[in-house]
């Protein structure tokens, strides 16, 4: 599963790092895994890809567009 890094901004604040390639990767993997277990919820979903049930929908709305 993917994992948050954290980085430090030049003005010193320490934030989560946001990466959009981390991201599209995130919901692909979600997608196919979606995909290779049609008979598992939401929830169950969202939980092995690292995201709430309800984004994980989402995401998959999103994928099928």
Known sequence: ?????KTRITIG????RYDS????ARNKQLIKYKAEHPDLSW?????AVGVSGARACKIC???EK
């Open 1 to 5: 599963l993917l994992t948050r890094k």
């Open 13 to 16: 604040i320490t934030m989560a």
């Open 21 to 24: 390639l981390r991201k599209i």
């Open 43 to 47: 929830k169950e979903i969202g939980e």
């Open 61 to 63: 709305a999103k994928g």
